[in-house]
């Protein structure tokens, strides 16, 4: 029974992925014909109406396995499944309307019903992929349609790779053994883990023998044990079993590491920018269609603060800094001035404190409510800022703090920001201690590290209640 258990959806794995992308289509089609419902209160479709649900649906067969919606989510986050199902019915809905305008027949449809085409099917697509994920992670919480593996090594590696898949049992994964050959190693089982140890000969030989039933091996190995590796994997060359390589590399700071192939060759990436591919484009098109749209509602606001610096001090609007950008390159940033003008010696920057003379007082009540960042707008439609990002510093305080704090440099992975996940954390403002600045370029890693629209969106959208005012704004 425990064999039918762990080996029942593996039996119909082609069966269940046809049935999925069956399912897929199915909502298509049910999008459109609700939309049509919606808009015409009827369901009753016309031939041009049929045409247009057939032509979706063939689209979709084609574009959707393109993005590798099919293959296996197991271990993977539910929300990225859905970002690429989004990306992939959008892709579908966008070469629709390309093939309706290059026949002339956009004329012939209703625009609404196109609309809610595109809006209602991706509900179902979205609700749909939700439920049967939760289905699921239901029976692998239960025990069925769950992965036995051996993990290769007892040491620090092996164990770390044992606790986070225990943290993470949605993704269905069962440690059965740990195969190690040093002596030192205890032979009843590692720490009070419970799972037993045994040599790396007797693990394969249970293995080939059939006496014990896995689906995977992982080698957890350190990369100085190479020639180890390879004698492993000589002792496995008979078996059909996955084998799987956990690379030695928790001791690096990663930044989003990945798999990628060049030229066929397999390169794993350690540190390395997440504004690639379609994640750049989705960045760009958010930062102009956003900036866009906040410029033209501050400009009314923009024309007051203005007027309200020429009235409380002499000297320009804008205050003109050169900072750092993306990939390090000097950008030059604006802002409307609060400070005298005054100059430092020896291009020191010294960062506002509390108090500090130099500020005027509309400049002060700009600096508190941040609407001297306004002008940034304008930087974000020339595409040298975004709008979520890590804040730019002074190339004065980049050069300081590049030394002393080891990951600052891979703040410029990305582009720098009006507003971050550091800002609306309360690290924004002065820093005026090492430690301060230190946690400021921690929760800029992890805004870059897991970086999406939709954390993009919430980032904007908690900006507005806590992202204006800060403690150490000054």
């Known amino acids: 029974m425990n064999m039918y258990k762990h080996g ?45 649900i057939i032509l979706g649906v063939l689209l979709a067969a084609l574009i959707f396995p393109a993005f590798n919606i099919y293959h296996s989510w197991r271990g993977k986050r539910v929300i990225k499944q859905l970002w690429v199902i989004t990306l992939a019915w959008f892709s579908t809905s966008f070469l629709l309307v390309i093939i309706a305008f290059s026949v002339k027949s956009g004329a012939y449809y209703s625009r609404i019903w196109a609309g809610h085409w595109l809006v209602h099917t991706w509900l179902l697509l979205i609700v749909s992929r939700i439920f049967i994920q939760s289905i699921f992670d239901y029976i692998r919480k239960h025990g069925w349609n769950r992965k036995q593996i051996a993990i290769i090594g007892a040491g620090t590696l092996g164990k770390r790779t044992f606790s986070q898949l225990t943290q993470a049992d949605w993704v269905g994964y069962d440690l059965v053994a740990f195969w190690d050959d040093r002596k030192n190693r205890s032979y009843e089982n590692v720490g009070n883990t419970g799972i037993p140890v045994i040599s790396v000969e007797k693990g394969v030989n249970l293995l080939m023998s059939g006496e014990k039933q896995l689906d995977e091996v992982w080698l957890a190995l350190p990369l100085r044990a190479e020639n180890r590796m390879h004698e492993i994997l000589n002792l496995l060359r008979h078996s059909t079993v996955t084998v799987r390589l956990v690379p030695d590399i928790f001791g690096f700071r990663l930044l989003n590491h990945s798999i990628t192939e060049i030229a066929g060759i397999p390169v794993l990436d350690i540190s390395a920018s997440p504004m690639t591919g379609s994640n ?49 390159k000097p950008i030059k940033v604006y ?8 100059e430092e010696s020896n291009g020191t920057v010294t960062q506002a404190s509390k108090k500090d003379s130099r500020i005027t007082k509309f400049g002060a009540f700009l600096r508190r409510t941040s609407l001297d960042e306004l002008p940034q707008f304008y930087n974000v439609l020339q595409g040298r800022m975004s709008i979520v990002g890590p804040r730019p510093h002074a190339v004065a305080h980049n050069e300081l703090y590049k030394d002393q704090i080891d990951d600052y440099m891979q703040r410029h992975r990305v582009k720098p920001g009006i507003t971050g996940w550091a800002q609306i954390n309360g ?3 002065e820093t005026d201690t090492l430690d301060k600045m230190k946690r400021r370029v921690e929760y800029d890693l992890f805004y870059i590290e897991n970086w999406s629209l939709w954390f993009d969106l919430k980032i904007i959208f908690l900006t507005l209640f806590k992202g204006f005012v800060g403690k150490n704004v000054y």
């Open 427 to 429: 690290w924004r403002g």
């Open 8 to 52: 029942l959806f593996k039996e119909f794995n082609p069966l269940l992925s046809l049935f999925i992308r069956a399912f897929d289509l199915l909502m298509v089609i049910l999008g459109a014909i609700s939309a049509h419902y919606y808009r015409f209160g009827h369901i009753s479709l016309d031939t041009r109406y049929e045409t247009a």
């Open 335 to 342: 802002k409307f001035r609060t400070m005298v003008v005054h």
């Open 280 to 328: 750049r484009i989705i960045k760009g098109l958010e930062d102009r269609l956003l900036g866009f749209l906040f410029l033209i509602i501050v400009i009314p606001f923009a024309i007051i603060i203005a007027i309200g610096i020429k009235l409380s001090s002499p000297g320009p609007i804008l205050f003109k800094q050169m900072r750092y950008g993306w990939d390090g």
